[in-house]
């Protein structure tokens, strides 16, 4: 669904029409959730979906349509995710172990289970900065200049936290010789 | 994953491009955000530099990767947020606040005309006796019926106008805070008619519909803009060629916004 259609479910909604948000989460709720399994992290991913949603619906009176819905959703994801982030840091809590059989959120076809797992813990392990700028435009699929405008920075930041974030990739999975798959057999 | 391995980053002084700037054009051209120009200056540079070539082999293949990621289906979360989103009523909530903003309006500024009229007439019969700060009766008079009137047309205005109508808020409830006392004060010394202080009462209707309208929130295109809305310094046209309105990706509102 592209972002015009999206904004224009949001105004509806904003305008008390109940169908019309709904068909703005059904829009949205799967970027928001996969931007949120790795601004923060799977096991609290959906309960984070939710608070994102919760604000974002509750403060949808003041949304005003003069930026695309979508990117202001996931502005609001990712301040959810800071205060999560800032919230566990305060009170520290032993980090859920990621297991070598981790599977990826979903499970992904056999040949390339242990490729997912590899580049999925090498794009966790990436600085949170980097991370969010190579998530919102690899994963979500968001322009740099949309990308900015979620994170508020300029566009040149986003665009040398993508490459170095590829280049900590490039390193990153060049090292791990023993998760390459073996195919033979 | 099978990248080549280690790729150092450093100067390449025959091309006039270092690596690292070089790799971050490639990224930039992977996702398609890099133009003509620097996509001649990459190939100028991946010429004489077969580290770049490889780590262009490489980053190409971990983007594909991670983009084609198998990824579950998320959760459902539409039944269960719903309910946060502004019910039904708010519409016809904001539509009944303006229509009755409106008929406060159009009662204040007959009020205002009605006294203004009063004025007009009774200045000719008498010479004044009581000059308070520089006015007599007749002209304080004039005064308070300017004001009515001026009350009246704004009320209008802001039903008409929502945009507008919270600027008019602050000024208002002072004006009725401070009237308040004063008629109270007033009422007891029998300085004033039961009747004139009831009148009073439209204003404070008024205060409390234009609140209304202001809550129920923002309604584009209800009425004159400010330029700053259409148009942003640095900001690009909201119009785009080909039709439908979309909205400019520049910084929204304010940090509140979003609570």
Known sequence: MDDARITALALRARDGDRGAAGEFVAATQHQVWRLLVHLADPSVAEELTQETYERALGSLRRYRGDAPARSWLLSVARRVAADHLRRRSRRPVSPAPLAEDDRPVGGAPRGDLAESVAVRHAVDALDPDRREAFVLTQVIGLSYEEAAAVCRCPIGTIRSRVARARADLVDALADRPAERPHRSG | ?259
Not at chain 2, 42 to 59: E, F, K, P, V
Not at chain 2, 132 to 141: F, Y
């Open chain 2, 1 to 259: 994953m099978r990248v080549a391995g280690n790729h150092g980053a450093g100067r390449d002084d025959q091309h006039g491009v270092d690596c690292d700037g070089c790799r971050e054009a490639m990224s930039a051209a992977l996702d398609g955000e890099a133009d003509a120009a620097e996509q001649a200056r990459i190939d100028a540079h991946l010429g004489g530099c077969a580290a770049c070539r490889s780590w262009q082999r490489d980053a190409a293949l971990v983007t594909r990767h991670v983009r084609t990621a198998a990824v579950g289906a998320g959760p459902d979360l539409v039944d269960r947020v719903v309910d946060a989103a502004p019910a039904a009523s708010v519409r016809w909530r904001g539509v009944s606040a303006r229509a009755g903003l409106a008929a406060v309006g159009l009662a204040q500024a007959v009020l205002g005309l009605v006294s203004l009229l009063g004025a007009a007439t009774h200045a000719h019969a008498m010479t004044d006796p009581f000059m308070v700060l520089g006015a007599g009766m007749a002209h304080a008079t004039h005064e308070t019926a300017a004001w009515n009137l001026a009350l009246g047309v704004a009320f209008l205005g802001g039903a008409l106008f929502t945009r507008h109508l919270a600027g008019l808020l602050p000024v208002l409830g002072a004006f009725i805070a401070v009237l308040a006392v004063l008629s109270g004060l007033d009422l007891v010394a029998g300085r004033v008619e039961p009747g004139r202080v009831v009148s009073h009462l439209v204003l404070v209707a008024g205060f409390l519909l234009g609140l209304a309208v202001v809550r129920s929130g923002p309604r584009p295109g209800t009425g004159p803009s400010p330029g700053a809305r259409w148009w942003r310094p640095g900001g690009r046209s909201v119009v785009a060629d080909d039709g439908p309105t979309r909205p400019a990706p520049t910084p929204w509102e304010r940090e509140s916004d979003v609570a």
